[in-house]
């Protein structure tokens, strides 16, 4: 654990010392506030290399939201290693108290934003499957692989360049399934509650057909399927 993380944990105790919130809502206080904001919203003035996000907005659902806790940020696709994870920190029973908590408070919406969006984007045509392969090969090789590496891996060109401090995501270790895959492309990473703007919206130099064929070659090719895309 670095030195910053400690002192941000034990000024948390202090923070919140007494014992008149649930178990959820308690850790948050405790652990999570500093660097997540009392309302979730990461407008804390801390600044790190990738800050914390606002999880009012996240794309996740409570049980991928529950895997970063536990696993951390890292381990689940991102570059940089500035959320912790809370494995040996917390036992079961208090990880999901704390996933819960920020669930019912902050991100209510996560689920029906994703369904909504999906329903007003175009959709896939199974026939078409070959045809957008290539075509998704063709404009990741154009504009991902530069950041997210030629195999996915979040270790493209860009972030050896030490002018643009940016950490992509290993698409092969990210727990987004295709349609959040495709959303998350389609509005970038701002909308979904970053920070910074690193991971532009594409929206606007790429339609639907084409981001839905990128997803497809980078979870069909590449082999970034995990367990929600089975
Ligand atoms: C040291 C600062 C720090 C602490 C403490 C911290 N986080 Fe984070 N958290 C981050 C950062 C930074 C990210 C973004 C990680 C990335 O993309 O590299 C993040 C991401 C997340 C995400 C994923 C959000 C998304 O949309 O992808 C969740 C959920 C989360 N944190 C919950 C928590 C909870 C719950 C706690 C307390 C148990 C906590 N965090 C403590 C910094 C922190
Ligand atoms: C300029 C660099 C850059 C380019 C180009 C880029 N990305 Fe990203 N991408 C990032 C960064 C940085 C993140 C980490 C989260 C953030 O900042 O939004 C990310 C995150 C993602 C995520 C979220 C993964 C997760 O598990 O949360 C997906 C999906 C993604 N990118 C897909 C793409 C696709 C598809 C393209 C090409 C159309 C692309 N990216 C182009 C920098 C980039």
């Known amino acids: 654990?670095?030195?910053?993380?400690?002192?941000?944990?034990?000024?948390?105790?202090?923070?919140?010392?007494?014992?008149?919130?649930?178990?959820?809502?308690?850790?948050?206080?405790?652990?999570?506030?500093?660097?997540?904001?009392?309302?979730?919203?990461?407008?804390?003035?801390?600044?790190f290399i990738v800050n914390p996000r606002n999880l009012n907005r996240t794309i996740l659902t409570e049980e991928q939201s529950y895997q970063i806790i536990k696993k951390g940020a890292h381990f689940n696709g991102a570059s940089a290693d500035i959320m912790p994870s809370f494995e040996s920190v917390f036992n079961e029973e208090e990880l999901r108290s704390v996933t819960g908590y920020i669930t019912k408070n902050f991100n209510t919406e996560s689920e029906q934003r994703v369904k909504k969006l999906?329903?007003?984007?175009?959709?896939?045509?199974?026939?078409?499957?070959?045809?957008?392969?290539?075509?998704?090969?063709?404009?990741?090789?154009?504009?991902?692989?530069?950041?997210?590496?030629?195999?996915?891996?979040?270790?493209?060109?860009?972030?050896?360049?030490?002018?643009?401090?940016i950490f992509p995501y290993n698409l092969n270790k990210s727990l987004l399934s295709k349609d959040q895959m495709f959303l998350y492309s389609k509005h970038g990473g701002k909308f979904w509650g970053t920070a910074k703007n690193d991971m532009p919206s594409w929206s606007k130099k790429y339609d639907d057909y084409t981001l839905h064929s990128v997803v497809m070659y980078v979870k069909e090719v590449l082999g970034a399927k995990n367990e929600t895309d089975k």
């Open 118 to 165: 999906m329903d007003e984007s175009a959709k896939i045509d199974p026939a078409k499957k070959a045809k957008m392969l290539k075509r998704g090969k063709k404009i990741y090789g154009r504009n991902c692989s530069w950041c997210h590496g030629v195999i996915a891996d979040g270790n493209g060109d860009a972030t050896r360049n030490p002018e643009m401090s």
């Open 1 to 47: 654990m670095n030195i910053l993380l400690a002192i941000l944990l034990l000024s948390g105790f202090v923070y919140a010392g007494g014992s008149k919130f649930d178990t959820g809502e308690k850790i948050y206080k405790q652990t999570c506030v500093s660097c997540h904001g009392v309302d979730g919203s990461a407008n804390t003035g801390i600044s």
